[in-house]
């Protein structure tokens, strides 16, 4: 095959892997602006509501690109697999909490912090060496940190920014477990997840008929912006390399204040958009800086 024709595959691979990824990113920065036009439903009916819907969707999913080795994935999940449910459960839960208790430009930019922690559980956890530029950027992000959980408390969310914090943890020890395990199939612990959030939620719960706007907003939020999210970003990520993979992801803590404030007005404080453009920016740091060395 002439080198030209494969050039252009390879590059037509590539725009549909950065496509893929951008999509579910968009998806995901959608999250806010959701939980705020479900004003009327309380945090756990949502969970309940979104993580059924979430786990409908990606069992769909599931059969329909793997077929009977779907469900014998199920069969073969082991203790790893569990784990990284665990954290997709307090993940999952945290998110809607935090987001009824504190500004979304707060919660999408402290959950933002995931990488940042997981290089830093992987220097304590795995003795990984990590750069100069690690450094410089958990610092950076532990500073914006403290500036928009101060500006918090002093206008009483700073729950609400703990319960972010809680996600980004969560999201950093399953980086750390899938990284010792790359060949996992997560789709299944994820959906298993989501069942099981679902089955925590439900006897907090209210099961009082929704309005048809409530109703279809709650089932995008699982299946849509949660679901079709992470089958987009997972059939974008084989695609593309890693730091590739990673520099779209930074798209969701920028762009999930920006629909919240078009459509709502809700706009963060002074304080907050400091923090927030100094975790932003270790953020970038960090994942451009990978991307040049390949390690962090």
């Given at each position: 095959?002439p080198?030209?024709?494969?050039h252009?595959g ?15 990113a ?25 993580s ?26 082991g ?49 990984e ?5 690690a ?26 920014d ?31 997840a ?56 930074v798209l ?14 809700e ?5 907050g ?5 100094t ?18």
């Open positions: 095959m080198d030209d024709v494969t252009a390879s590059k037509i691979v590539g725009f549909k892997g950065v496509s893929l990824v951008i999509a579910a968009l998806l995901w920065s959608s999250g806010g602006l959701i939980v705020r036009l479900l004003h009327g439903l309380d945090s756990w009916t949502i969970v309940f509501w979104r059924l819907s979430a786990f409908a969707f990606l069992a769909i999913f599931g059969l329909w690109t793997e077929g009977v080795g779907y469900l014998r994935a199920f069969i073969r999940i203790p790893t697999t569990l784990g990284i449910a665990a954290c997709f459960v307090v993940a999952s839960i945290s998110l809607v909490v935090a987001l009824k208790l504190t500004s979304v430009a707060d919660v999408v930019i402290l959950m933002s912090c995931a990488p940042l922690l997981a290089a830093l559980l992987a220097r304590i956890v795995l003795g060496r990590l750069r100069a530029f450094w410089i950027a958990l610092t950076g992000s532990i500073a914006g940190a403290v500036i928009m959980v101060w500006d918090s408390y002093q206008h009483g969310s700073v729950v609400g703990l319960m972010a914090m809680c996600i980004a943890l969560a999201q950093a020890v399953a980086i750390i477990l899938f990284r010792r395990h790359r060949n996992l199939n997560l789709i299944p612990g994820i959906n298993l989501m069942l099981a959030a679902a089955g925590i939620a439900a006897p907090l719960a209210s099961f009082a008929p929704m309005a048809l706007v409530d109703t279809g907003l709650v089932g995008f939020f699982g299946a849509g912006q949660l679901g079709l999210g992470l089958a987009l970003f997972a059939s974008g990520a084989r695609l593309i390399p890693a730091a590739q993979t990673a520099m779209y992801g969701e803590p920028v762009i999930g204040p920006v629909w919240v404030w078009l459509a709502l007005g706009q963060p404080s002074p304080a958009l400091v923090g927030g453009a975790v932003i920016a270790a953020l970038m740091l960090f994942t451009f800086a990978t991307m040049r060395t390949g390690a962090a």
